[in-house]
């Protein structure tokens, strides 16, 4: 069986396909809390730097998402679900223009997710 750290929502799908459909390849990042708690973000591919502290945790409708190994720390144990709400986030994540944000839910891993995912 495959098990996967991150997973999307219908509708946060069809706001990403939008995005992409718009602007092109795309990342999510999930950033470390500075200005909307700890939030998904999506930019083009190549407007945010990435190095080798980035941890790829997997593909959401092919867009790679990551984190920071050091919120990674914090987040190995949870798997992250995608979706998408109405209001403006404090971020500049590509969905904000259109009055909508990316937010997580998260649960914890079973033990046999947390096995293979951290082993």
Excluded at 71 to 77: D, G, I, P
């Amino acid at each position: 069986m495959k098990y996967e750290r991150v997973a999307i929502t219908e509708k946060a799908k069809v706001i990403l396909n939008q995005l992409k459909a718009k602007h092109g390849n795309l990342i999510f990042h999930q950033s470390g809390g500075c200005c909307d708690g700890s939030a998904p973000m999506v930019f083009e591919e190549g407007d945010m730097y990435l190095d080798d502290s980035d941890i790829l945790l997997g593909q959401l409708d092919g867009v790679n998402y990551y984190m920071n190994q050091d919120q990674f720390e914090y987040w190995k144990h949870t798997h992250l679900t995608v979706d998408i709400t109405e209001g403006r986030g404090s971020s500049f994540s590509l969905e904000i223009p259109l009055g909508l944000r990316f937010i997580i839910h998260s649960r914890l891993l079973t033990d046999e997710e947390n096995i293979v995912l951290n082993k």
